[in-house]
């Protein structure tokens, strides 16, 4: 039961481009959205997150976009940075589940050119 | 600075032999999450304890996967016995479930298993 698809194994963008990422979802039950990035050989990090009751959240260079009715999450990032190679993982959080029981999408690495 | 700390980095085995993983989560979270990543699933919750206590284990096998909470500093993660299939990188998570939802995450560096 695939809950959470992102398309896109892979992603290449030049360096001062935006990059977008993208996340599609089936549970109409998430509520709480957030996006990780892994570097090689490191645990993944916590990036931004976004509550259902919004559509949009910014910190700095990095957006996270909401579209519940069509049920998909994008991450925006701009200017992207060589820095930002990295997987990136989409999380959802269920109003189902207690605690913080979060679903993650298969990634997509990022690779940003020089 | 507060971190997940997991022990080994990476651990080489042959199949069949038993396979043992730690987690130390972050001093004061209350919930503990194993994942485990593989190239075709992206990250694989496997279990989750809130408060020591498992509230769901249902993405483990549990015919040869098995995970505790001896105490509140320590977490394990065991495979017995082992099997090519088991090769991934598995992370511990830490967090603080408090009234409401929507803490974060904190992982740990995985460890790299390879089963032969």
């Known amino acids: 039961d695939q809950q959470v698809k992102q398309n896109s194994p892979s992603l290449s963008v030049q360096e001062g481009r935006i990059s977008i990422l993208n996340c599609d979802y089936t549970n109409s039950m998430f509520d709480y959205f957030l996006w990780y990035k892994k570097y090689p050989a490191e645990g993944p990090t916590f990036l931004i997150s976004i509550s259902s009751i919004k559509d949009k959240n910014e910190d700095g260079r990095f957006t996270v976009f909401l579209n519940k009715s069509a049920k998909h999450l994008s991450l925006h990032i701009v200017p992207s940075q060589p820095g930002d190679s990295a997987v990136y993982f989409c999380g959802f959080k269920s109003r189902e589940t207690s605690g913080s029981r979060l679903t993650f999408g298969e990634g997509t690495q990022l690779t940003v050119n020089p | 600075d507060a971190r997940v700390t997991q022990t080994p980095r990476h651990k080489v085995t042959e199949m069949g032999q038993e396979v043992t993983m730690r987690c130390q989560p972050i001093l004061g979270h209350n919930t503990v999450f194993w994942y485990r990543q593989t190239m075709m699933q992206g990250l694989e919750l496997l279990a989750y304890?809130?408060?020591?206590?498992?509230?769901?284990d249902s993405g483990m096998p549990k015919d040869r996967f098995s995970a505790e909470m001896p105490d509140a500093t320590l977490a394990t993660l065991k495979i017995q016995p082992s099997e090519p299939r088991d090769s991934a990188v598995y992370f511990c998570?830490?967090?603080?479930?408090?009234?409401?939802?929507?803490?974060?995450?904190?992982f740990g560096s995985g460890t790299q298993l390879s089963v032969l």
């Open positions: 304890f809130r408060n020591r206590a498992p509230l769901d």
């Open positions: 998570a830490s967090g603080l479930v408090t009234k409401g939802r929507g803490e974060k995450l904190f």
